[in-house]
Each structure stands twice: as C-alpha cells, then as structure tokens.
C-alpha cells in the first residue's frame, strides 16, 4: 500500500464517503490517477465505489485474511513489540483471532514459562517452536479462511481458565469505544476470553477507528491497556480517557 492509498483510506474513514474530485484535490492528483488509486483499493476490498464517489465497504464481511496481513503490517509489528515487552516470563495469557495478535505471538517466542491458550491456530504454530512455552488450544470449529477456531465448545472451553492477561484484536473501534467486529461467532469467544482474563490488552492500529463492523463485541471500559501505532483521534481519545485504558502507543522509530 502507497502512502498516498493509506492517506486516502485514512480520509475517507475519518469522513466517510467522497467524491472522486474532492480525493483528487486533497491529494494533488489528477482524477485519473484518483480512479486508478479506488479500482486498486476495491479489488483489495478496502474500498466500495457508489454513484457519485467512494466509501468503505460493507459491513457484514471483512477483508481477506491474507490482505489483512500485509496492512500496515510494519505497524502491527511495532505494536507487537511493545505489548511483548510488557508481558513477563511466567505469565498465562489467552490470544485471539486477529493478523495484530499474531504479530504479538511472534515477539512473545523468546519468552520463558508461558502459559498460552488459544482459539488461533497460527498463534499455536508461531509458539510451538518455544520449548519453554506451554500451548492449548481450544476445541470447536475450524475457520478455513484464517484457522481461527469458533463456536460453542470454544466458548465453553475458554470458561476453564482464569489468565493474567487476554490479548485481543477487533475488526472496530467506534470514536464512542464501542469495539465491533464482522463474525457473531467470534465475538461470543473473544467476550468469553475477556470474561476470564484478568487483565484485557487491546491491539490495533490506527485504521481499525472508523470501521464499521456490524456486531458489537464490547466497550473501551472493558480494556485495561490499547496498544496502537498512532495517537488516538480526539472523540476516541475522550472515550478512552474516560473509561480509564491506558494508551500505549508504538511510536514511529525515528530515523
């Protein structure tokens, strides 16, 4: 993804749907090159065309797994880093579905005495080359598209446990701290996960603000720490403030 892409996506979520000619004169270009920018974003479904401009598209199915990966991915790592780096050797974590948690399994691999349980099949082969870490897996149903694992017998698995921290991601962040995502299933495990976590980590970069998932997974006030890579927008940072979360935020390195 280009800077330009980026910064076009990051308007239109702030601001919601646009013209063609509105894009092109805030980024300096041609419209030509706008329409080439949008027919780009749509074949990655980050973007939906309607009559008269663009917007974001819908909000009953996420974007593909593996595009997901690729978004912004230097960011998530910034973000896994720092979360990494405030868990300590000997802690029993759950971690979710989600590209940004895998990001967080990965930095967690030099760890010692983990105790990790998870419904995310990736996060499992990601920590499974730790000897010193201990990994269970839930049981329940195998999502095909990202070897996420819902369902009832996942919810019911998760409700054994009672960790130190649960390490979740989400598909939205309303500017009001509502958290959304796209799967009902998967919102009843993550909520599960949260139940039976002492202490909730959120991680999520910059774009999930302004993306409007349809189910409704929770609230900021149910989290205890955010991970991110930007400062939060001013409405949000008011809802994250009032509900007490601390924000950490993964700085650009300087360079």
Request: proline share 2%.
């Given at each position: 993804?280009?800077?330009?892409?980026?910064?076009?996506?990051?308007?239109?979520?702030?601001?919601?749907d646009?013209?063609?000619?509105?894009?092109?004169?805030?980024?300096?270009?041609t419209?030509?090159t706008i329409?080439r920018d949008?027919?780009?974003?749509e074949?990655?479904r980050?973007?939906?065309?309607?009559h008269?401009?663009?917007?974001?598209?819908?909000?009953?199915?996420?974007?593909?797994?593996?595009?997901?990966?690729?978004?912004?991915?230097?960011?998530?790592?910034?973000?896994?880093q720092?979360?990494?780096?405030?868990?300590?050797?000997?802690?029993?974590?759950?971690?979710?579905?989600?590209?940004?948690?895998e990001?967080?399994?990965?930095?967690l691999r030099?760890?010692?005495g983990?105790?990790?349980?998870?419904?995310?099949?990736?996060?499992a082969?990601i920590?499974?080359?730790?000897d010193?870490?201990?990994?269970?897996i839930?049981?329940?149903?195998v999502r095909?598209r990202?070897?996420?694992?819902?369902g009832?017998?996942?919810i019911?698995?998760?409700?054994?446990?009672?960790?130190?921290i649960?390490?979740?991601?989400?598909?939205?962040?309303?500017?009001d701290?509502t958290?959304l995502?796209?799967?009902?299933?998967?919102?009843?495990?993550?909520?599960?996960?949260?139940?039976?976590?002492?202490?909730?980590?959120?991680?999520?970069?910059?774009t999930?603000?302004?993306r409007?998932?349809m189910?409704?997974?929770?609230?900021v006030?149910?989290?205890?720490?955010?991970?991110?890579?930007?400062p939060?927008?001013?409405?949000?940072?008011?809802?994250f403030?009032?509900a007490?979360?601390e924000?950490?935020?993964?700085s650009?390195?300087?360079?």
């Open positions: 993804m280009t800077p330009r892409h980026r910064h076009l996506l990051d308007h239109i979520r702030q601001h919601g646009t013209s063609v000619d509105e894009l092109a004169r805030l980024l300096g270009v419209t030509q329409r949008i027919r780009e974003l074949d990655a980050l973007l939906a065309r309607y008269g401009g663009v917007g974001i598209p819908s909000t009953v199915q996420n974007i593909d797994y593996d595009q997901r990966r690729e978004m912004d991915s230097e960011a998530k790592c910034r973000i896994a720092l979360a990494a780096a405030r868990v300590e050797n000997g802690r029993s974590l759950i971690i979710n579905i989600g590209t940004t948690s990001e967080v399994a990965k930095a030099q760890h010692r983990l105790r990790v349980i998870t419904n995310n099949l990736n996060v082969t920590l499974s080359n730790n010193d870490t201990e990994i269970i839930a049981g329940g149903l095909n990202d070897r996420g694992v819902i009832e017998a996942t019911d698995f998760m409700r054994q446990f009672k960790v130190d649960g390490i979740i991601g989400v598909s939205g962040i309303e500017h701290g958290l995502d796209y799967d009902y299933r998967e919102v009843r495990v993550t909520q599960a996960i949260m139940e039976q976590s002492r202490e909730v980590w959120l991680v999520a970069d910059h999930k603000f302004g409007h998932a189910v409704r997974l929770g609230s006030a149910q989290i205890d720490k955010f991970f991110t890579d930007l939060l927008p001013p409405e949000a940072a008011e809802a403030d009032k007490g979360v924000v950490i935020v993964a650009q390195p300087a360079t």
